[in-house]
């Protein structure tokens, strides 16, 4: 084994700058935090704790500017996952994560592992997750890698899911070139908890027991932490051996132990955290930290299947599927016995002390003898410089690009062959999205379905981020996104209850990089706050860049939102033709970062416009309120491809196609404005309906037929519904068999 | 008649038997964990869709090992009905109630979708509610669901009528015959990789697996 550096070595050689730690920081903790210099364990465990991944050193001062609060909000950010009253005594319970740097090194299993993870943060807080959705965002498919990675990470998310047995009911998957070095792979998860059962990471009482439960410790995923606070370069093919290796049967196993020791036995238990981000120190010393504790820990106790683990790697492995608990005094056995039954070890690794240090003892020796706030609150904030970025100074000053459309019927095809547009059937096929029976709208709709068993309600789920929007005006950008995840709520029947986000950005330490994360969340903040949508959970991936390129800024916006009666469900697909259209919202030119900007130049610019939040919030009421009355027979959010994409995709369903006539340029059918639907509605209820939408909707034609009649102001066309779906549907599973 | 729903460590789909049974039936369903040995008291036993033992070695080829089993074979023997679905069906053949094995899908993919079935035999315990040559559609959700089985074996269960099930449109995993489910030759352990657990309700857009439920029942029924 290799000599561990002493002390003063560590001073000398500064092995902790390789750790993510400065030299600023180094000296804090020994000058300010510990009064004496820290050996190698301690330094270990400040590197990893210090990181951005676990304390947000970086972020915090932005993060700061969410809300967080509201009358449903029963637990906000800080917890395993935000905690959302959704009536009879019952949560939803909502988390999403970030796995890219894992997913561009070892796709299958660093997509499997972050569904893991996310898993766990959703049961530690008593919840059962009852359903997972994704947010990817990948390379152009011309790539053989990218094909590849994609392939890998679809195989990923659902090998661990649908082991698990919990369905994959939605999500979203784009294509730009800016992602090919360095791919978005962010994985939510909604549980459903009885309120009574709520748990959280928390550890205290003197003499209460830490236990350790799940899979052994391993030297996997050592320093995955400060690996995630990295930049790739060229070289990252060698940090391999920072990924995990998920076994979701192992999981499966944790999680019905878990749940029947929540459920069933919640008075044994102080609190229980997920091992995630740097393994058992963050879990042991966060938990401490919520409880104002002491903590003392043998490391010899701690199962392991490896030998010879140095104190340091066993406290900074990340394997999966572990779970720590404080455990009441006396009912250690009780919840041993639990876990036998599962065949998953449960042994006390530590108590809690009277004082409120984190004491770790190796073979006999103290290795750790540190201030347990000295870890997760004495953490520097760094302050960031920041500088709006070039491009969009440039931009502004130019004309704003304006689409020319000589032939919409081609047009109109070659938009439902784009890769971000076209069917993911060949992907979404792969998760099983129906197990445990209660899923009523699966994939490939505005937002997923599960009912909520025993009740007649429902939740709808969403997730959405728009790096193009972002990219070319943060804040406005950042509205986009929170509207866009609205309106796929709305869309469905279910009114908006709150968010969780994944802040996808680059290199925070260059200033145009810390001005799109400041700005977008300024954007994002502002957008749930008229929308009354709090952020109560999140998650903050920084360094997505690969050899000093960023990828665009890309916020993910996962919303949860609530079906108040399933009979009002409302689905995308025409469901009968005769029925009247009309479209929603206002359609303005907003080609800039559109879809048909990118297919047409190849690239996206421009500046956005921006949006009056309280006039959609106003508008988008009034719709739910049609569709609470049962008004409404189908409708569906208007998003990349504009009306013409909504259009198609709501024909193709039940292959009921739709006249239309209307003012509208061929252009317009392809503008992105946001908040707009398109909405069918049974004849007997359309003078009522344009009556409460007054000012707000348009009526634009009927359904009828089999094919897209469309008079445009500039142009007409005929397009038979079979013929577009069969385009959308082969154009990814063509791209993919590409031998290049 | 009283159900046992076995739970195997890694089992997922047992709640959407039991729901199905319980709820949507108003059947007298429990769950029994395959570490317990005793099946006494039951009428009838359920093994669920899952992944039992993470899959490992083979799907199917451990929970075989598990206390359960030999309750179940004398089930089994005692010409009770014996119903798996998907890792259920897998388990059975790995067990030896049902010829022949389930071989890794042709596409190498799990596939989650809705597909066409022909009830090939009705005259079952199991489909007696249905139509013989009925089309229904029933959900799929497997990796290693490719039925497979030496000509001498195949050749007989044909011609013994214990193919129930055959997919009559696409066939989703390359199972030889288009075999979707099979009965043992006294008719009693049927095995199929679709779910007709998971369209019992029209709720969730699908209930052409509600009759199989049924079939079963109504012959207890007829029985007492």
Known sequence: MMQEMTPEEIKEKKPYLDWSLSEEEYDYICDKLLHRLPNYTETGLFSAMWSEHCSYKKSKPVLRLFPTKGPRILQGPGEGAGVVDIGDGQAVVFKAESHNHPTAVEPYQGAATGVGGILRDVFSMGARPVATLDSLHFGELDDAHTRWLLNETVAGIGGYGNCMGIPTVGGELTFDDIYKGNPVMNAMSVGLLDVKDMQKGLAQGEGNAVMYVGAKTGRDGIHGATFASHSFDSEHESQRSAVQVGDPFMEKLLLEACLELTQKHADWLVGIQDMGAAGIVSSSSEMASEGKSGMELNLDLVPQRESGMSAYEIMLSESQERMLLCVKKGHEEDVKKIFDFYDLDAVVIGRITSGHNYVLRHHGEVVCDIPVTSLTEDVLEEPSEEKQPQHMIDDAAKPAWEPEITDLAKTYKQMLAQPTIASKEMFTQTYDSMVRTSTVVGPGEDSGVLRVRGTHKGIAMTTDGNGRFIYLDPEIGGKRAVVEAASNIIASGAEPLAITDCLNFGNPNEPEVFWELHHSVMGIAKACEVLETPVVSGNVSLYNETDDKSIYPTPMVGMVGLVKNLDHLVRDSFQEAGDDLYLVGQTGADYAGSELQKMLTGEISGSLNDLDLDHIKDYQKRLLAQMEAGHVASAHDLSEGGLAVSLAESSFGHGIGAEVACDLTSAELFSETPGRFLVSVPSEYSAEFAAALAGDAVKIGQTAGDSLKLTLQDQAADLPVAELKQIWEEALPCLMKSKD | ?224
Do not use: W
């Open chain 2, 1 to 224: 008649m009283k159900f046992a729903v076995i739970q195997f460590p890694g089992s997922n789909c047992d709640i959407d038997l039991y729901e199905a049974l319980h709820t949507v039936c108003g059947a007298d369903v429990a769950y029994v964990p395959s570490k317990e040995s005793s099946l006494d008291g039951f009428d009838a036993v359920m093994l669920p869709g899952g992944f039992s033992y993470g899959d490992y070695l083979r799907a199917g080829a451990i929970a075989r090992f598990t206390n359960i089993m030999p309750a179940i074979v004398e089930m089994a023997k005692a010409g009770k009905p014996v119903f798996g679905t998907c890792n259920g069906f897998q388990i059975l053949t790995e067990a030896s109630l049902l010829p022949g094995a389930l071989k890794r899908n042709d596409s190498l993919k799990f596939v989650c979708k809705t597909v066409e079935l022909e009830v090939v035999n009705n005259d079952t315990i199991f489909t007696s509610e249905y139509q013989k040559g009925e089309k229904i559609n029933l959900p799929i959700a497997h990796a290693d669901g490719s039925f497979y089985a030496d000509l001498e074996t195949l050749q007989k269960i044909e011609d013994n009528g214990q193919v129930v099930f055959r997919y009559s449109k696409e066939n989703p995993n390359g199972s030889l015959n288009n075999i979707a489910g099979i009965t043992n030759e006294r008719g009693n352990v049927l095995g199929m990789m679709p779910h007709p657990e998971r369209a019992v309700e029209a709720l969730l857009g699908n209930t052409d697996g509600l009759r199989l439920f049924k079939s079963i029942l109504d012959h207890a029924e007829v029985k007492a």
